[in-house]
């Protein structure tokens, strides 16, 4: 539930003009990474070693595609489904095993 409140507070910051970063330590996995850059967060601070598999992800999608994901996963009903979501987009993209 706590992500889903900050997955709604990025998308305010980003209604109202502000850019979003996040920089407190979170546990970062590349699950997350497509939905957070289509909320429009642009600046991540990540621990070294999560560094290379977030590159990976940023560096196989568009702004547009995470965007699309974004907005599919503000339509589901709840933190399960999104992230069997996310990590079935991450298949798509062959950046998680199967």
């Known amino acids: 539930m706590r992500r889903i409140k900050e997955i709604a507070i990025l ?3 980003r209604r109202q003009g502000i850019p979003p970063t996040m920089r407190r330590r979170v546990r970062w996995r590349r699950t997350y ?3 957070l850059l289509g909320l429009g967060l642009r600046e991540l ?3 070294p070693k ?3 598999e977030i590159k990976q992800v940023c560096r196989s999608v568009t702004i547009e595609q995470c965007q699309q994901v974004a907005r599919r ?3 589901m009903e709840n933190a399960w489904e ?3 979501m996310l990590r ?3 298949r798509k993209l ?3 095993s199967v």
Do not use: F, R
């Open 11 to 13: 998308e305010h910051l």
């Open 33 to 35: 990474t497509m939905l």
């Open 45 to 47: 601070s990540v621990p």
């Open 50 to 52: 999560a560094l290379l």
């Open 73 to 75: 996963a503000l339509a």
């Open 82 to 84: 999104i992230k069997n």
């Open 88 to 90: 079935e987009e991450l």
């Open 94 to 96: 062959q950046l998680e």
